[in-house]
């Protein structure tokens, strides 16, 4: 079980940010009705220019962040060598994908598998967070059902994902493989594949119990929903040849230049979005998905500057690395 984490600096700092948008907005509204609702007419001049400037920016970025960019997959590519792989092996292909957070109607789910199939993985791995409501159950096992017809596709629980949702187990009978402190294998043009998964509120110790578990040859790839590296025993870090986590959604709202705003991840900024290719000195690649859905709950339905990302890696030997 992970230990409650301490959000204050991030959540004082999005309070900032929030506040900046309304104290903007009051300025703009303020300008407004000395202009058109006073007997005396205000000239729009200066300061208050640049106030409205800023407002009608800020309701163009919402409207977007509201209807466009959820809706804008990103398909990106990433090439990681490991030299498990022998010299001249075409490579083994993976479709990352985490936080679907499906709602009762579909965003882009329905457009997942043809995407995906396109890229010809060899196979698909999800790192937790299915849906947000029982209402989006169906959508998220339809998307899933028709996913593991495209490649071998193996699953752990994100801390949104409990074991049961409308009276049965969210991953049953969708022909995909939940892993949790466990591991499973396939082959791949001949190279061995292995795939260690842990469930967010399982013990951490299963993830080292499960690595240390597999065999000596053959890749191994690891699933975990959060972007925590440390949950590698460091004495194994040299075994793993690829982290996969999400849970950040990179941001979801970011800034231009500055990034996520708000984590919910111990390590903050660290380890936000994309590959860091030796987990920031944990000794083994890590890529964190930005994600496909948003966050339930309260919280807005918006992304910004953080599209939704179907991740396609290559692991592939040395020479192959160009």
Same mark, same amino acid.
């Given at each position: 079980?992970?230990?409650?984490?301490?959000?204050?600096?991030?959540?004082?700092?999005?309070?900032?940010?929030?506040?900046?948008?309304?104290?903007?907005?009051?300025?703009?509204?303020?300008?407004? &009705?000395?202009?058109?609702?006073? /007997?005396?007419?205000?000239?729009?001049? !200066?300061?208050?220019?640049? =106030?409205?400037? *800023? #407002?009608?920016?800020?309701?163009?970025?919402?409207?977007?962040?509201?209807?466009?960019?959820?809706?804008?997959?990103?398909?990106?590519?990433?090439?990681?060598?490991?030299?498990?792989?022998?010299?001249?092996?075409?490579?083994?292909?993976?479709?990352?994908?985490?936080?679907?957070?499906?709602?009762?109607?579909?965003?882009?789910?329905?457009?997942?598998?043809?995407?995906?199939a396109d890229l010809h993985p060899d196979l698909i791995v999800f790192t937790g967070d299915c849906a947000?409501?029982?209402?989006?159950?169906?959508?998220?096992?339809?998307?899933?059902?028709?996913?593991?017809?495209?490649?071998?596709?193996?699953?752990?629980?994100?801390?949104?994902?409990?074991?049961?949702?409308?009276?049965?187990?969210?991953?049953?009978?969708?022909?995909? &493989?939940?892993?949790?402190?466990? /591991?499973?294998?396939?082959?791949?043009? !001949?190279?061995?594949?292995? =795939?260690?998964? *842990? #469930?967010?509120?399982?013990?951490?110790?299963?993830?080292?119990?499960?690595?240390?578990?597999?065999?000596?040859?053959?890749?191994?790839?690891?699933?975990?929903?959060?972007?925590?590296?440390?949950?590698?025993?460091?004495?194994?870090?040299?075994?793993?040849?690829?982290?996969?986590?999400?849970?950040?959604?990179?941001?979801?709202?970011?800034?231009?230049?500055?990034?996520?705003?708000?984590?919910?991840?111990?390590?903050?900024?660290?380890?936000?979005?994309?590959?860091?290719?030796?987990?920031?000195?944990?000794?083994?690649?890590?890529?964190?998905?930005?994600?496909?859905?948003?966050?339930?709950?309260?919280?807005?339905?918006?992304?910004?500057?953080?599209?939704?990302?179907?991740?396609?890696?290559?692991?592939?030997?040395?020479?192959? &690395?160009?």
């Amino acid at each position: 079980m992970l230990p409650p984490m301490d959000y204050t600096g991030e959540l004082l700092q999005v309070a900032a940010f929030v506040a900046l948008i309304a104290i903007t907005f009051a300025l703009a509204a303020m300008v407004l &009705a000395r202009r058109y609702l006073t /007997s005396k007419r205000t000239p729009i001049r !200066g300061w208050a220019r640049i =106030v409205l400037a *800023l #407002a009608a920016i800020g309701c163009l970025c919402f409207e977007y962040g509201r209807y466009v960019e959820p809706r804008w997959l990103e398909t990106t590519h990433t090439r990681v060598t490991t030299s498990r792989l022998p010299a001249g092996h075409r490579g083994v292909r993976i479709v990352h994908l985490s936080d679907i957070h499906s709602d009762p109607k579909p965003l882009v789910e329905e457009r997942l598998p043809t995407r995906i199939a396109d890229l010809h993985p060899d196979l698909i791995v999800f790192t937790g967070d299915c849906a947000n409501s029982e209402g989006g159950m169906p959508v998220f096992r339809q998307l899933f059902a028709d996913l593991a017809k495209i490649a071998p596709t193996f699953v752990v629980r994100g801390n949104w994902d409990p074991r049961e949702r409308q009276g049965i187990d969210i991953f049953a009978g969708l022909g995909v &493989a939940e892993l949790d402190g466990s /591991s499973a294998s396939i082959d791949v043009a !001949g190279a061995r594949v292995h =795939v260690v998964g *842990l #469930a967010h509120q399982s013990p951490s110790r299963r993830m080292g119990e499960a690595i240390s578990a597999l065999p000596a040859d053959g890749l191994a790839i690891v699933l975990n929903h959060t972007p925590y590296p440390d949950l590698v025993p460091p004495l194994l870090a040299s075994r793993v040849d690829l982290m996969c986590a999400g849970h950040v959604h990179g941001g979801q709202v970011a800034l231009p230049f500055y990034g996520a705003i708000l984590t919910l991840s111990k390590f903050g900024k660290r380890f936000e979005r994309g590959l860091y290719p030796t987990a920031d000195g944990f000794g083994f690649p890590l890529y964190v998905s930005r994600g496909i859905g948003m966050e339930g709950g309260t919280a807005l339905r918006v992304r910004f500057c953080s599209r939704p990302e179907i991740a396609l890696i290559e692991l592939v030997p040395p020479t192959s &690395a160009n």
